[in-house]
């Protein structure tokens, strides 16, 4: 049997004090890849968390070879503040950082803020000895679940069809930038020569049932393809590649109240399919919204800018434009 263990790294921040980070440590004892599954480096991120509880549950069952390393609140400091980023307004965006997006701060810095002094004691304690890395984040319920992965790298491409999350956003074109520049930490492992993956799990500030087995679903496959446990990857066709579809929107095409049909983003609609209403606040109108295409629902729900951190901006009132929904179809190769 495997042995698990809580190991912990130590922080060491700005005002003197420190904090621990736990981790689930799962070896086998037997020689193979050493997979680090991460969440909640932003602290309103926590379907990840749960995900990783189970899948240290299954690891400590089945796991062959290797090690497996489980640790599910990266930033500890933003989860105790429940926002995205240590010391936030309300309302303020995640754009707006100064300094502490933890996930632009990889490898850390033990002298820097007290963001970086988290990633430098997760860096140096635990990623940089391992050899594959699945960050888990969410974004918000308005856009579908998806894997991101680097176009360059045509390894990623399979990986991301056995994570088997329904889309998958090719991240192109990105500028070579200087090693030492801070980055996310998928992008320090991929300039090592490893292997990582992004999941965007969808909700946040809430725990989703089937965004968690999502979740676990795509570290077991990772971990059965890596070679670590038995079985095969339980896949979930298609996998579809956003760099290649086409794709058509639908906007409010009046002011209203939008009401959702009971259809959700990962899903398949066909074309005229009912995605909602509007009720107008002028007349009273009843206006039908219906899919224009068939495919995959990538985007739904009325949400305007900064939806990710203000309750007005995921307000369902739809201004006339306003973006409701996107679906996607993969091109015909
Ligand atoms: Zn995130």
Redesign the pocket.
């Known amino acids: 049997m495997p042995t698990v263990t809580v190991n912990r790294v130590t922080a060491h921040l700005s005002d003197g004090s420190r904090i621990d980070i736990p981790y689930w440590d799962v070896n086998s004892g037997k020689e193979g890849t050493f997979f680090l599954v991460i969440a909640n480096?932003?602290g309103n991120?926590v379907n990840g968390c749960e995900a990783i509880r189970r899948f240290i549950e299954v690891a400590q069952r089945k796991l062959k070879k290797g090690r497996v390393v489980g640790l599910p609140f990266a930033n500890r400091l933003a989860l105790h503040q429940r926002r995205p980023h240590i010391n936030m307004a309300p309302e303020q965006p995640y754009g707006d950082d100064r300094g502490h997006n933890m996930?632009r701060t990889w490898p850390g810095d033990p002298n820097g803020n007290d963001t970086q002094r988290l990633s430098h004691a997760i860096h140096e304690g635990i990623a940089k000895h391992a050899d594959a890395v699945l960050d888990l984040?969410?974004w918000s319920r308005f856009t579908a679940t998806a894997s991101i992965i680097k176009a360059d790298k045509p390894e990623l491409y399979e990986l991301a069809r056995v994570a088997a999350i329904r889309f998958v956003r090719v991240v192109k074109g990105e500028k070579p930038e200087p090693q030492d520049k801070p980055s996310t930490i998928t992008r320090k492992f991929l300039e090592a020569g490893k292997l990582a993956i992004t999941i965007e799990l969808a909700t946040q500030y809430a725990i989703v049932e089937h965004e968690v087995q999502r979740g676990l679903r795509a570290a077991l496959n990772i971990a059965k393809h890596l070679g670590l446990m038995e079985g095969e990857p339980e896949l979930d066709e298609p996998v579809i590649f956003l760099d290649n579809v086409e794709e058509e929107q639908v906007k409010a095409p009046v002011d209203g109240l939008f009401v959702e049909a009971p259809v959700a983003t990962w899903d398949r609609v066909e074309k005229g399919q009912k995605l909602g209403h509007i009720i107008r606040d002028d007349t009273l109108e009843v206006v039908e919204i219906l899919s224009p295409r068939s495919g995959w629902l990538k985007e739904f729900g009325c949400r305007r800018e900064h939806c990710d951190v203000a309750l007005p901006a995921q307000h369902p009132y739809a201004s006339k434009g306003d973006l409701l929904a996107s679906v996607v179809q993969p091109r015909e190769s």
């Open positions: 480096q932003h991120e996930n984040h969410s």
